[in-house]
């Protein structure tokens, strides 16, 4: 290939954003742009940002200043930043950062060609951060990342309406905006016959699917079509809302053999003064009550989710009361963060806000209860036999083969690569606090 050349791409943040960077990829390789993984071969570099948190926002710009020095050695390299911080920060990011060439803003990638054009042509810096009415890189369907690739992202919609009081995204990421039904289908039978057995449907509140569409299609009529899809045999969604959660979704986990078992359902937290300050829409009865009626539908659902501690005017008694949900829910995982005041949100300017030991000491607390939570979990499918779906070797031993339960369990065990792309049974032979150990039967 002539003119060929070379983009390096870093993302943070969520699944949303790894797959929006399989995007960029997709759309740069018609450029003639090559993925490399040595930042130090690379023509663009690329940063897919998140500002969900302060910590990954962060390390967006240390990550720059690490830069400079390639910057200084290739005037022509093109360093751009994209995803939430940059829709968030935009000239601002350019004003602060002396030695970045683009900024492009979420709804911007399907722009990237020329905009890096733009950057090359000029060498003065560009920042696109528009919203759009139509996402056009919503049905840009990404190219096959490595050969072994057996599950893939689909995004289905992107941007939220809800507007937790505590949350950037409906800022950065825009309103809610569903992808057309015929697409999501066609790219999810593309995938198919590229050897992807299972899929993950994408959003940030994938329950209310449909919204703004003249398709009149609900979130679990889309998961019954997907359902009839030959050759996909696993399907995932996330993030779901719980009080978008509908009770036709809800009956989905029990009818369904391929909507696998496993919801993650952020809950954020256990005290209702504080859920009513993050604009949550749900009490901890509701939620509990929620998670009752998925284990009626399935009995074997795993649940997992998001919760903070330390939002602004949380006590000691609100803490407590997460606490007790935890202990009555007994999620098969907890991912766990300290609030982070954003920007422009309504719960950075409650003068309340909480100090950042109190924060730690609380998350620590949080998170040992919960690894206990886990391991019990995990230990007690010892002796089970679990259908896992190979997806590759385990990249730590690079001797065994990786997969993952329908509860999306991981789980190591002695095989050969052939397995990749099969469902097996492998009986668990230990459960450890991040995964299980089997043998394949
Ligand atoms: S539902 Fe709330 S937390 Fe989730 S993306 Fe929307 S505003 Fe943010």
Redo the contacts with the bound molecule.
């Keep these: 290939m002539t003119n060929e050349r070379f983009v390096y791409v870093q993302t943070f943040g969520c699944q949303m954003n790894v797959h929006d960077s399989e995007k960029i990829l997709s759309i740069l390789a018609e450029h003639c742009y090559r993925p490399t993984g040595d930042v130090r071969r690379a023509d663009i570099i690329l940063l897919n940002t998140c500002s969900v948190r302060a910590k990954p926002e962060h390390k967006v710009y240390s990550a720059l200043g690490r830069f400079k020095k390639l910057k200084e050695k290739n005037e022509k390299l093109v360093i751009g930043v994209g995803g939430c911080v940059a829709q968030q920060e935009g000239e601002r990011l350019l004003e602060r950062v002396g030695h970045l060439d683009l900024i492009f803003g979420t709804h911007n990638l399907h722009r990237l060609p020329d905009l890096i054009r733009e950057v090359q042509a000029g060498r003065a810096p560009v920042c696109a951060v528009e919203f759009f009415e139509e996402v056009q890189s919503l049905n840009t369907v990404p190219m096959p990342s490595h050969g072994e690739k057996v599950t893939s992202y689909v995004t289905i919609m992107q941007g ?1 309406d ?3 009081s505590f ?1 950037i ?2 800022y950065v990421r825009g309103r809610e905006m569903s992808r057309p039904r015929e697409t999501i289908l066609e790219e999810i039978e593309t995938l198919s016959k590229r050897g992807v057995r299972e899929v993950t449907l994408l959003g ?2 994938v329950n209310s699917y449909g919204k703004g569409l003249s398709e009149g299609l609900t979130f679990s009529q889309l998961l019954a079509r997907v359902n009839e899809i030959e050759g996909i045999w696993r399907i995932r969604f996330t ?1 779901s ?1 719980p009080k978008d959660i509908s009770e036709e979704l809800i009956r989905a986990f029990g009818k369904s053999r391929k909507v696998c078992k496993h919801i993650h359902l ?1 809950f954020q937290s256990g005290s209702d003064k504080i859920l009513e300050m993050m604009n949550r829409g749900y009490t901890g009865d509701q939620y509990l009550e929620t998670v009752e009626k998925l284990r009626e539908s399935c009995p074997e659902i795993a649940v997992t989710a998001d919760v903070m501690v330390g939002f602004p005017g949380e006590d000691e008694g609100d803490f407590l009361e997460t606490l007790e949900l935890i202990e009555r829910v007994q999620f098969d995982n907890l991912f766990s963060f300290k609030y982070s005041p954003r920007k422009g949100t309504k719960a950075a300017r409650v003068p309340a806000q909480i100090d950042e030991t109190t924060k730690s000491h609380r998350l620590g607390i949080l998170q040992e209860l919960q690894k206990g939570i886990t391991l019990k979990k995990n230990r007690a499918l010892e002796g089970r036999c679990e259908e896992v779906l190979v997806e590759g070797t385990n990249k730590v031993t690079g001797e065994e083969m990786t997969g993952r339960t329908s509860s999306h369990k991981v789980v190591n065990f002695k095989g050969s690569p052939e397995l990749i792309g099969q469902l097996v049974k492998v009986r668990i032979e230990a459960g450890y606090a991040n995964s299980l150990r089997g043998k394949i039967m």
């Design positions: 939220c809800n507007f937790c949350c995204v409906p940030q509140n993030t809302h952020p």
